[in-house]
């Protein structure tokens, strides 16, 4: 089937590593996203990529960072740098970044104690 | 920057009613989207609009696309338990030449048997 596959589901970490959350798509979709989900809050895009070998940066970028060397994959490392990494993490993919009917992954769960 | 108004926040039903909720912005989309978000899980997309006074239904679900391209809202027809979770809604504009989503922050729908 056709879809999204986040891993891990759910991760915990200590405070100060570093955490790499997978992102895996077999839509052959062209751009992929990050969101944060809080409660309370609508979701938040972190950083997206339109094509292999190139990413920009969203709203809340500061403490995270991506890669794209395959157009099926797009991991998000959490980094030390991010003052509250607890969140729900979303990975959502579209056809291209013009054509915004996006599907998204079932999400990841990091809980940094 | 852009804001989605989504309401109502949280609603309590009986199972069998109809529900209705909606999203309004003082900007103009060109694309609306409807989600349903189960806990712990990824946002499911229901319902895409693409024009202007787009009516479109799914199943029991029926949304439409306003005429001022500033709102849009999902009806959900006789409710039933499995209904329950949260409800986005998400729009796209054009922004500095690319498109840009916004999303909602939900209405949780509880549907009582």
């Known amino acids: 089937d056709g879809g999204i596959t986040q891993s891990p589901k759910y991760l915990f970490r200590k405070e100060g590593q570093n955490v790499t959350l997978s992102c895996e798509q077999n839509?052959?979709?062209?751009?992929m996203y990050w969101y944060r989900q809080d409660p309370g809050q609508g979701l938040r895009l972190i950083y997206y990529?339109?094509?292999?070998?190139?990413?920009q940066k969203g709203d809340i970028a500061e403490g995270y960072s991506v890669s794209r060397e395959k157009k099926e994959s797009f991991p998000l490392t959490v980094t030390s740098a991010q003052k509250n990494p607890t969140a729900f993490y979303l990975c959502a993919s579209s056809r291209d970044r013009n054509r915004n009917t996006i599907y998204f992954g079932e999400g990841s769960w990091l809980t940094v104690v | 920057g852009q804001q989605l108004n989504q309401s109502p926040q949280s609603m309590f039903i009986q199972e069998g009613e109809d529900v209705s909720m909606n999203c309004t912005s003082s900007s103009i989309f060109n694309t609306w989207l409807w989600y349903k978000q189960d806990p712990g899980e990824g946002p499911v997309l229901l319902i895409a609009?693409?024009?202007?006074?787009e009516l479109t239904s799914n199943g029991r679900l029926t949304a439409q696309f306003g005429i001022t391209r500033k709102d849009s809202f999902l009806n959900i027809s006789a409710s039933i338990p499995s209904d329950v979770g949260i409800y986005f809604c998400?729009?796209?504009?054009?922004?500095?030449?690319?498109?840009?989503?916004?999303f909602g922050k939900g209405t949780k729908l509880t549907v009582n048997p």
């Open positions: 839509l052959n979709h062209d751009a």
């Open positions: 609009l693409y024009k202007a006074g």
């Open positions: 990529s339109q094509i292999v070998n190139d990413f």
């Open positions: 998400a729009g796209s504009l054009t922004q500095g030449g690319s498109e840009k989503l916004v």
